[in-house]
């Protein structure tokens, strides 16, 4: 059983940057490929980001495609999401998952692909 916990979450305004963090434990982490999700009131769950386990691949979606960057390190058993240039669209709670999978990037951006989550942490950008 994987434990994940977000932080870093908070209040910032548009245009500024948030670092988001992921503590795991409970399994082996390096073995887990890392993502990201959002959900705003009344949208679904929509897909951020995600690594693989050796943090040599990552995908992103869209609508954070050269703002957003996700990184890893499997010594300390963490994960982060390094966001810039945010925007008031970007507000959302934001969920830390880990999959057993790898593959394509229509199954990463899948949220049935994971297989743990974290409680999220809420990212609220003023205009």
Known sequence: QVQLVESGGGLVQAGGSLRLSCAASGGTFSSYSMGWFRQAPGKEREFVAVISG??????????????????????????????????????????????????????????????????????????
């Open 54 to 127: 050796g943090g040599g691949r990552s995908y992103y979606g869209d609508s954070v495609k050269g703002r957003f960057t996700i990184s890893r390190d499997n010594a300390k058993n963490t994960m982060s999401l390094q966001m810039n240039s945010l925007k008031p669209e970007d507000t959302a709670v934001y969920y830390c998952a880990a999959s057993r999978a790898w593959g394509s990037i229509v199954t990463m951006l899948n949220r049935y692909s994971y297989n743990y989550w974290g409680q999220g942490t809420q990212v609220t950008v003023s205009s």
